[in-house]
Every structure is written in C-alpha cells, then in structure tokens.
C-alpha cells in the first residue's frame, strides 16, 4: 500500500522556520521526483520545490529561492523541505508529491500557518 506522511507543519511567527518531511512507503522511493506543492485558500496549489531522482538537481518557485531548501534521504525514503524566514503569505497546506515514469503520488497535506 502506497503511503505518503507528510509532518512538521504549525504554527509560527513571522521569520521562523519548519521543517517538512514527507515519509514515503509502498513503493520505490528513489525511481521518483520529489516536489512540495502548497495550496492557500481560495488558490490554485502551486509547486514550491522539487528535486531529481538522486538529489542532483533542484528548482524552486521564485517566492521561496533562498529560503527554502528541498532535500531527500533516499536511504530513509523521506524528503524534506526546510523553511526558513517564514512569511505570513507561506501560509498554506503543504503537499509531498512523488512522481515516478508511471505514477503520481500525493500525501494528505500540512497546514503551515505564519503569523504573529
């Protein structure tokens, strides 16, 4: 059974930090991208970071490029989303999104709320 177990979101004030993870099992972690989505009321959920298969390469949405960082364990198959200098506007459920050559993986999502 294929399972995704997103943690680590709360509350926080404006410039703190969190750290997600996203804990992965049923399948093989490491044949597939890691992405966060986030999606804030009454918005379309946009991608916020990924990273390739192996860690090589990664990307980030212009909002977020050096605050977050995006990390994986494949040997823990877990991902990570560190965030830092948090801003009321990160507001948002966060979702792990795990995309393999043949199927698309979605966790159940975190609320991640900044404000002071």
């Known amino acids: 059974q294929v399972q995704l177990v997103e943690s680590g979101g709360g509350l926080v004030q404006p410039g703190g930090s969190l750290r997600l993870s996203c804990a992965a099992s049923g399948f093989t972690f490491s044949s597939g991208a890691v992405n966060w989505y986030r999606q804030a009321p009454g918005k379309e959920r946009e991608l916020v970071a990924g990273?390739?298969?192996?860690?090589?390469?990664?990307n980030y949405a212009d909002s977020v490029k050096g605050r977050f960082t995006i990390s994986r364990d494949n040997a823990k198959n877990t991902g990570y989303l560190q965030m830092n200098s948090l801003k009321p506007e990160d507001t948002a459920v966060y979702y792990c999104?795990?995309?393999?050559?043949?199927?698309?993986?979605w966790g159940q999502g975190t609320q991640v709320t900044v404000s002071s």
């Open positions: 990273i390739t298969r192996a860690g090589g390469f990664t």
């Open positions: 999104n795990i995309n393999t050559l043949s199927d698309n993986y």
